[in-house]
């Protein structure tokens, strides 16, 4: 049946005529005429009325021919279709995350080496998806992704002693974070350049890079670790504003839930404020706090069995107890603990250039030690 049919059907059951119903609608009676002998469709608007004038359940309504479809119509389907087309396939976004994850959850126990050669070949793959077809909404999330792995070989390629590499790797983890509008990707990307300037004690920079990072990142596990950065940076310019500093970060991090894997690198789990807690102590020169921190941090990061859990942590832990130790006159604790920083076989790309100045503190007070240049000749081999 026909929309006109089942209109000049009601008409006769419901006993009113086209001209009363042309009048109640409103509309005009040829119109209507036309419309009731099937010459011409009615609008979405007016076959509602009509049918519920006409007390039809819907039945009316179901029964409105589509409109036949202009050039513009068809171009703008076509346009829908292509935007919806996509060359990923079903669980493609869920794969690589699990891909990308794991490689952030290696970084504190995998060789820098390794990382990088396992994220270059995932980093290929993940460019050659942006370059097909992928729908808006997937293009966004694989730009999240990439630079969240851009992220994470800067830190990879910093850590061995690559600096032109892990640059430009942290100026594509930023660029993919702009494009996305994605605030806490690009908190990381300041992140990373405030702990590159850090090792190569532009201490300005440190503390500027981190609030330049802390404007995007929101509250977020960035904005923490932005936060204790420029701590740090304050720290090392012996300016009291790192202990603020540390105060804030608290404040934020007691936001955040605990997460559910506290190894993965852009993840700021609860236990690591000890560790920012040492090192900021240890810089500021306030030695019994930081040797408070420092034995805490060595109690997390050791298990049981006697393994460590945070191999870069436990360094630098020890490396702190050992310059609390050196600023004290304790050469035998100093050198026990330097040692130790320097056992970790996975190490952070500032452990040797503190334990460096370690060493230039040892040399210093206690010049013509024999077991002073020993340490300095380990140092020397372990660059």
């Known amino acids: 049946m026909t929309f006109g049919e089942k209109l000049r059907q009601l008409m006769t059951e419901r006993e009113i005529s086209l001209r009363q119903l042309a009048k109640t609608v409103p509309c005009d009676p040829g119109y209507l005429s036309r419309i009731s002998n099937d010459h011409k469709p009615p609008s ?26 202009t050039a513009t119509d068809r171009g703008l389907i076509d346009m829908m279709r292509r935007a919806d087309a996509s060359d990923l396939g ?20 995998v060789s820098p080496d390794q990382l990088c050669v396992r994220g270059k070949a995932h980093m290929e793959r993940l460019l050659r998806l942006l370059d097909g077809r992928t729908t808006l909404a997937e ?26 590499a892990a640059e430009m790797a942290r100026r594509m983890a ?12 690009i908190g990381w990307s300041w992140e990373i350049a405030a702990w590159f300037a850090l090792v190569e004690r532009r201490y300005d920079d440190v503390v500027t890079y981190s609030e330049a990072g802390v404007r995007h990142a929101g509250v977020s596990n960035a904005a923490v670790q932005l936060t204790l ?23 934020i991090l007691d936001q955040l839930p ?39 941090v060595i ?41 130790a920083a320097l056992e ?32 300095a000749e380990q140092l020397r081999h372990e660059c």
């Open 44 to 69: 979405i608007e007016l076959a509602g009325r009509l049918d519920e004038l006409l007390d039809a359940g819907g039945a009316l309504a179901r029964l409105r021919p589509s409109s036949p479809l």
């Open 90 to 109: 079903p669980g493609s976004l869920e794969m690589i995350d699990v891909a990308v994850n794991r490689l952030c959850r290696d970084y504190p126990s």
């Open 139 to 164: 293009h966004r999330e694989l730009l999240v992704r990439t630079g969240w792995l851009a992220a994470l070989l800067a830190c990879a390629y910093y850590d061995n002693g690559d600096q032109d």
């Open 174 to 185: 930023r660029r993919m974070g702009e494009q996305a509008e994605h605030g806490e990707l």
């Open 229 to 251: 950065q420029a701590g740090r940076g304050y720290a090392r310019m012996g300016d009291n504003r790192a202990a603020e500093a540390l105060r804030v970060g608290r404040k």
């Open 258 to 296: 605990r997460p559910d894997h506290p190894e993965h690198h852009f993840v700021f789990d609860h236990d690591k404020y000890e560790f920012y807690c040492s090192t900021i102590y240890t810089m500021l020169g306030q030695d019994d706090a930081a040797r408070e921190h420092a034995n805490e």
């Open 299 to 339: 109690a997390q990061c050791q298990r049981q069995n006697g393994s460590v859990r945070w191999p870069m942590r436990f360094a630098m832990a020890n490396l702190d107890l050992a310059l609390v130790a050196g600023r004290r006159g304790q050469l035998d604790g100093a050198l026990t603990y330097g040692r």
């Open 344 to 375: 970790p076989t996975r190490r952070s790309g500032d452990l040797l250039p503190r334990a460096r100045e370690l060493h230039g503190l040892l040399a210093e007070r206690f010049a013509g030690e024999v077991a002073v240049a020993e340490f």
